[in-house]
């Protein structure tokens, strides 16, 4: 069985960039939840996917947005990025969105 | 949302020496896991613990729900069990809302 991967694992990118991060989930998982961990804090929940829909979103500007594939694969896409958009992006997939919820190693992004 | 509260916010200890961390929440919830967060950022799931008692070797949980309350021990510390442990927990709309965590150290 395989877990939930995430590419890339370091991104560094400039200020009005944007910027695409990528989620495999867990074999035979359908929800895929991405969360922001800025340094030093609990991780903030983004938004959810279940079955290709937007389940659920947080506090989050537009510009982060997202998608789900058939395979239940996920993409986390930013746009404009600021500077406090340097954070650690971690995905999250579960058999449903209410059981456990198994995380992604994540990928450290730094805007510049 | 739902705040999580978790204390103490950083924890020193002897290898060998047992603890126990506290997370408190502010409404009922029907999902609560325990994470620890190793030095390259995973979290590594411990605990689906929405209430009851849980034990897997040295760590164990307990959940009272209708306090609003989880408790982790850590029996018999060792270095490797050294990071940040998070609390999370979720309601019906299934997002995790995450405490800040506590900052353990076990020195050898």
């Known amino acids: 069985e395989t877990g939930v991967t995430q590419s890339p694992t370091h991104l560094i990118k400039t200020r009005g960039q944007q910027v695409t991060l990528r989620c495999s989930s867990q074999s035979g998982h359908n929800t895929v939840s991405w969360y922001q961990q800025a340094l030093g804090q609990g991780p903030q929940f983004i938004f959810q996917?279940?079955?290709?829909?937007?389940?659920g979103r947080g506090n989050f500007p537009p510009r982060f947005s997202g998608l789900q594939f058939p395979n239940y694969s996920s993409e986390l896409n930013v746009n404009a990025l600021e500077l406090d958009d340097s954070a650690l992006y971690l995905c999250?997939?579960?058999?449903?969105?209410?059981?456990?919820?198994?995380f992604g190693p994540g990928t450290r992004l730094t805007v510049l | 949302g739902i705040q999580v509260e978790q204390s103490p916010p950083d924890l020193i200890l002897q290898e060998g020496a047992n603890s126990t961390l506290r997370c408190n929440f502010s409404d009922s919830v029907n999902n609560l896991q325990w994470f620890h967060q190793n030095p390259w950022g995973q979290l590594i799931n411990l605990f689906y613990i929405p209430s009851g008692t849980k034990q897997n070797g040295r760590l164990s949980a307990t959940t009272v729900a209708t306090e609003r309350y989880s408790l982790l021990y850590i029996s018999s510390s060792q270095t490797t069990d050294s990071g940040v442990y998070f609390c999370a927990v979720g309601s019906n709309d299934y997002k995790l809302s995450f405490g800040a965590g506590t900052t353990v150290t076990v020195r050898a």
């Open positions: 996917y279940y079955r290709e829909e937007e389940n």
């Open positions: 999250a997939s579960s058999l449903t969105g209410g059981d456990t919820q198994y």
